[in-house]
């Protein structure tokens, strides 16, 4: 029903706008008595075959639902209900910032694509800890996203990814350090070996200072190449970081059906969505073979439909993220992408 009824109208109007309007929608219905309760017994696949530790966290399923969709940490108890174990925050920044100027979300709907220039906006690290500090649904796990503001140069960068580490500290259960989003300017150049040492060898140090260590991973571009790759595995092995999220947006624009002159008109930003499937899963795959599988890989990017998520977790991650095929394909991904699982399980034992 989504496919054919819900989403051809939804897509009349603009994501960015959709975007808000489902947030708004979800919170208004939500209060309405017994039906969070009601949507998370439908959308909700339980078995203790889905449940799994990772990083010494424990998932009720290996499906979450990645960064951006709740920038400010306002919904995710809305989300939540549609299935996923874990919901990733932000990205969040020190200062609250509006982003780059609108339009910067569009669709590229004959390649079931999404490109966006957003630009981190949030309302800040201080805003998302006050709405962490609160009761949260039983099982679910948050991670948080955190990035740099834009107007801070990335010499130092280092202080930011600092600052909102230290801010949101108590109300998420593992990290992202975000240095690889094409949409801040010059944000990609904190991967070269010397800036993403000095990040993350400031993060590993503020961890572990804590009596409870939380897991820190590292979001990677699917735009580097082998030898970028490896450099970064290098540094990820030295600094003893604890995962990687594979992988953020694309900055190509290979292989697409829709025409050069449309893409053209959108301009810069990130591609996701099913452009960028083929490429996830490769980097997938290239880390969990040169880590020998002993590298914990969440993979993200790409991932439209139940076979594309089975192909990850074959691949070697252990657990996936969805963000633009849950716009395409409706608020069931989650579970059916975990029933699958659970029948492909249950095959493997016959």
Same mark, same amino acid.
């Given at each position: 029903?989504?496919? $054919?009824?819900?989403?051809?109208?939804?897509?009349?109007?603009?994501?960015?706008?959709?975007?808000?309007? #489902?947030?708004?929608?979800?919170? #208004?219905?939500?209060?309405?008595?017994?039906?969070?309760?009601?949507?998370?017994?439908? $959308?909700?696949?339980?078995?203790?075959?889905?449940?799994?530790?990772?990083?010494?966290?424990?998932?009720?399923? /290996?499906?979450? #639902?990645?960064?951006?969709?709740?920038?400010?940490?306002?919904? $995710?108890?809305?989300?939540?209900?549609?299935?996923?174990?874990?919901?990733?925050?932000?990205? @969040?920044?020190?200062?609250?910032?509006?982003?780059?100027?609108? /339009?910067?979300?569009?669709?590229?709907?004959?390649?079931?694509?999404?490109?966006?220039?957003?630009?981190?906006?949030?309302?800040?690290?201080?805003?998302?800890?006050?709405?962490?500090?609160?009761?949260?649904?039983?099982? #679910?796990?948050?991670?948080?996203?955190?990035?740099?503001?834009?107007?801070?140069?990335?010499?130092?960068?280092?202080?930011? $990814?600092?600052?909102?580490?230290?801010?949101?500290?108590?109300?998420v259960d593992y990290? @992202?350090?975000? @240095?690889?989003?094409?949409?801040?300017?010059d944000l990609r150049k904190l991967q070269d070996q010397d800036s993403l040492e000095q990040i993350l060898g400031r993060i590993m140090e503020l961890r572990d200072q804590k009596d409870h260590k939380k897991p820190v991973l590292l979001k990677i571009s699917p735009d580097l190449n082998e030898q970028q790759l490896d450099e970064t595995l290098e540094i990820v092995d030295r600094l003893k970081i604890d995962g990687i999220v594979a992988t953020n947006t694309t900055v190509s624009r290979a292989g697409l059906l829709t025409t050069d002159e449309e893409i053209n008109a959108i301009g810069n930003g990130g591609m996701s969505g099913a452009p960028i499937t083929a490429r996830s899963l490769e980097v997938v795959s290239y880390i969990h073979q040169k880590s020998e599988g002993k590298l914990p890989i969440i993979a993200v990017g790409g991932i439209m439909c139940v076979q594309d998520a089975l192909n990850m977790l074959d691949a070697g991650a252990t657990l996936i993220q969805i963000y633009t095929g849950f716009i395409y394909e409706g608020p069931g991904l989650a579970r059916r992408i975990n029933r699958a699982i659970l029948k492909r399980e249950a095959a493997k034992k016959a």
């Open positions: 029903m989504y496919r $054919y009824l819900i989403r051809p109208i939804l897509f009349l109007l603009s994501p960015e706008t959709i975007h808000h309007l #489902l947030i708004t929608s979800l919170r #208004l219905a939500f209060k309405i008595p017994g039906l969070l309760p009601l949507v998370k017994g439908f $959308y909700h696949v339980k078995d203790k075959s889905l449940e799994l530790n990772f990083l010494g966290l424990h998932f009720t399923n /290996p499906v979450g #639902l990645a960064a951006g969709f709740d920038k400010n940490a306002s919904i $995710y108890k809305e989300f939540h209900a549609f299935g996923f174990s874990f919901i990733e925050i932000g990205t @969040v920044t020190p200062l609250g910032q509006p982003g780059n100027e609108k /339009p910067r979300s569009f669709r590229i709907k004959k390649d079931k694509g999404l490109i966006n220039r957003m630009g981190f906006n949030n309302h800040g690290a201080e805003a998302a800890a006050a709405r962490l500090d609160c009761k949260r649904p039983k099982g #679910l796990i948050l991670g948080g996203n955190i990035g740099k503001n834009t107007l801070t140069p990335n010499e130092r960068a280092v202080d930011d $990814y600092e600052a909102v580490f230290k801010a949101i500290y108590d109300g990290f @992202v350090v975000n @240095v690889s989003c094409p949409n801040i300017s």
